[in-house]
């Protein structure tokens, strides 16, 4: 019997969307709702498993993880892109990696929650109205103020066409900024100096990786408007996440919308969660029961095709 681990499903939901009962006579599985401790606790506790079905940004598939699971045969991911998986590593112990679908539009409907929720105080407002106060802020208007976005990809798109419908203008720059879809969504590309100094509403939507690691520092954040708001749907360390909390500590712009972090799960001594500027979401982005069912369903489809050794969706 194949011996399975469903790691990180940190609100204990996956069996909602799965029936494994249905399965206990092929497979035996074990789920696993916390975060591991570290690395060697992982290899400790993942030592007897055959297959891994993950979910994207939590526990890493790292090189020494990998090569220390010496009964892993198959890692299946939610989505068919995962860079802390070691593909190179999987590859040399011949471990297959498969992935699923995944919805795209979750992450800019939070992106624009985000927005919204700092244009308005929500979060301040919220609070002070179960303390029993009563107007205690002022907000901002989205229409004729100026959405910057830090790529224009497929969630960048989504999120400049709902700037559009507010009235906003929107400018892009990325390192590979395609200009026809500028043209496309009426977006104003421009060099990345221009779209600090110039954004109300500074959101991005990079892929991860060493190419925009601290794309955001304290150099950016000096030269942006102290009226400004920095949102992050994408991956934690392309903002320095010291410098943002200098940056939001002494004002230097006016707030921060936040899904994703350096290290997750955000810690708590963390002191993000103690500045009143932030507005923080424990990287929902992609949380929704429509993903969801989409993940698990097919991650057990593709578990039943490696079982049979007819492998889909294989992540190279």
Partial sequence: MLKVAILDDYQNVSQQFVDLEKLSGKYEFKIF????????????????FEALLIMRERTPMTKNLIDNLSKLKF???????????????????????????????????????LILGLARNLKEEIDNMYQGYWQTTIGVELKGKILGLIGLGRVGSQVAKIGKAFGMQVMAWSENLNLDTCKKLDVLPCSKEDLIKSSDFLSIHVQGGERYKDCITIKELDKMKKTAFLINTSRGPIINEDDLIIALSTNEIAGAGLDVYEREPLPENNKLRFLPNALLTPHIGYVTAENYSIYYNQMIEALESCANGKPIRIIK
């Fill in 33 to 48: 709702s916390d975060p591991f401790i570290d690395e060697a606790d992982a290899i400790d506790q993942l030592a007897d």
């Fill in 75 to 113: 890692i299946i991911t939610s989505g068919l892109r995962n860079r802390s998986i070691d593909l190179e590593a999987a590859k040399k112990r011949k471990v297959i990696v498969c992935g699923t679908d995944s919805n795209i539009h979750p992450t800019p409907e939070l992106t624009w929650a």
